[in-house]
C-alpha cells in the first residue's frame, strides 16, 4: 500500500495538538500556589519530586500525544470508537513506562497520561473526521467503561486492588472513570466556563479555575491521602470561603490561599485529581483559543 503524502495543513493541525497537550502540562505545573500540588515555589507535600520532575515528564511524553493523534486520524469506523479506546490504552501504558524512566519511578502524569490521552486523541478524531463535538466522542469511546473496568473488582483481595478500586468498593467512588465515561462533565459545565469568565493574569485565572474544580468534583487524590470521604464537604467549604474572600484577584483571597496550602502540607493532602482535570481544560482552552 502506497502511503500518501501529508498536506502541510493536515501537518499543521496534527503538531498544534500534539503541542497544546505538551504545554498544557507545561501551564498546569506552572501555576501557583496550588494547595496539595508540585508548582515552582513549592513541592507541597510531594517530597519526592518538584517542578523539574514535572518538565521532565512532560516533555517525555511528547512521543505519546504524536501516537495517539495518528491513531485517531486513521481510525475510520465511526460506529465502534470504543475500538479506538483500545488502542490508544497500550499506547497510555507504554507512556507510564516513558514517564517513569524520565522521572526516576516517580509518578507525575499517570492520571493525566490517562484523561489527556484520551482528550487528545477525541480531538484528533474531530479534526479528521470533520466533528465539532469532542466530548460526545469521548462519551462515544469509553460506553461502558466503568461496568468493564470494575466488574470483578470484588474478586479482588484488598491488598490486590488499585487505589481507585477501594475507593470505588468501600464508597462508590467511579473516580476518573466516571467523570470520562460521562464526557468530562467537571470540564464542560464547571472548569471552562469558570476559565472563559475570569479576569487577571493567567495564572490568576488558572488558579480559580483550579480551586473551582476542587469544589464541583470527587478528588479521589485527596480522598485516599485522608482516608476518608468526609474531606470532600471539608475541601468544598474551604473553596466557597476562598471564593466569599475574593479568589485570586484579592489580597484576601491569596491570602487565604497560601493559608489553604499550609493547611494541605500539614495535613499530607494532595489534589492529584484536580490538577488532571485542569490539565484537560488547559488544553480544550488552547484548542479553543480561549487562553
Not at 499543521?12 to 505538551?22: G, S, Y
Not at 484536580?274 to 488544553?283: E, G, K, P, Q, R
Request: glycine share 8%; charged share 20%.
Amino acid at each position: 500500500m502506497i502511503k500518501r503524502p501529508q498536506s502541510q495543513e493536515m501537518k499543521a493541525k496534527k503538531t498544534k495538538i500534539v503541542t497544546n497537550a505538551v504545554r498544557a502540562l507545561l501551564y498546569e505545573v506552572s501555576v501557583q500556589p496550588k494547595p496539595g500540588l508540585v508548582d515552582p515555589v513549592s513541592s507541597g507535600p510531594h517530597p519526592d519530586m518538584d517542578v523539574f520532575t514535572f518538565l521532565d515528564s512532560s516533555v517525555s511524553l511528547t512521543a505519546y500525544f504524536k501516537a495517539c493523534v495518528q491513531t485517531a486520524w486513521s481510525f475510520n469506523d465511526e460506529a465502534t470508537l470504543p475500538t479506538l479506546f483500545e488502542q490508544i490504552r497500550p499506547l497510555g501504558i507504554q507512556a507510564e513506562a516513558t514517564m517513569f524512566d524520565a522521572t526516576s519511578g516517580i509518578n507525575t502524569h499517570k492520571g493525566a497520561v490517562f484523561s489527556l490521552g484520551i482528550v487528545v486523541t477525541a480531538t484528533a478524531y474531530a479534526e479528521s473526521h470533520d466533528r465539532q463535538d469532542v466530548f460526545k466522542i469521548v462519551k462515544e469511546m469509553l460506553v461502558g467503561l466503568v461496568e468493564r473496568d470494575f466488574s470483578k473488582v470484588t474478586e479482588k483481595a484488598e491488598n490486590e486492588m488499585t487505589a481507585g478500586e477501594r475507593e470505588y468498593v468501600h464508597f462508590g467512588i467511579t473516580g476518573i472513570r466516571g467523570e470520562a465515561e460521562h464526557g468530562y462533565p467537571t470540564v464542560t459545565q464547571v472548569a471552562l466556563p469558570q476559565l472563559s469568565t475570569a479576569r487577571g493574569t493567567l495564572n490568576e485565572r488558572l488558579l480559580d479555575t483550579l480551586m473551582a474544580i476542587v469544589g464541583h468534583s470527587v478528588d479521589t487524590n485527596l480522598v485516599k491521602r485522608a482516608g476518608s470521604i468526609d474531606i470532600i464537604p471539608w475541601a468544598n467549604d474551604q473553596v466557597s470561603r476562598y471564593f466569599l474572600a475574593g479568589g485570586s484577584r484579592t489580597e484576601a483571597g491569596m491570602a487565604y490561599l497560601k493559608q489553604l496550602n499550609q493547611v494541605f502540607l500539614e495535613k499530607n493532602l494532595s489534589l492529584g485529581g484536580s490538577a488532571d482535570l485542569l490539565i484537560v481544560t488547559i488544553f480544550v482552552a488552547l484548542s479553543q483559543g480561549i487562553i
